[in-house]
């Protein structure tokens, strides 16, 4: 039986280029928003912007809250749910059909990647080398790392 989050995760990956155009205006406003985070102080705000986090991209993503999002580099489909957590593309076992090999009710996570990312305009996150998974970010808000870390253009 398919669950709910899967249809979700699905629908997410067939629509990644309005979710696409959606982060990108989002992700402006977090990085404007950066003097008012650290003036109320980032420590503060982690559990209730990671719990509004989990919460929205839950439901999207099926997302696992690493810390680390990269679902504007895999066409809106999260790495994590992978059951092999693999970051940098499919393992050997995908099935002709794109099923997992571990979960054949499931289709690869990195198979929708790619459906994702051919939706997506100048979307080549998928030759970008991901770094290892940081385990110490898990859980935090991925959103508050992007205000803190990026630049203000």
Known sequence: M???R???RRWSVRHAFALQLFYRAFERLL???DGLFRRAGYGRLERPAAALERAMKGVLFDCRMCGQCILSSTGMSCP???PKQLRNGPCGGVRPD???E???AMRC???AAHEGALRMKGADGLRQRQPALDHRLSGRSSWLAVA???PRA
Do not use: H, K, N, Q
Request: proline residues 4%; hydrophobic residues 40%; glycine residues 4%.
């Open 80 to 82: 994590m749910t992978c």
């Open 2 to 4: 398919i669950s709910d």
């Open 109 to 111: 996570a990195w198979v």
């Open 98 to 100: 794109g099923t997992c």
């Open 102 to 104: 571990v979960r054949p």
């Open 6 to 8: 899967y249809t979700l």
């Open 31 to 33: 990085i404007r928003l």
């Open 148 to 150: 803190r870390e990026r």
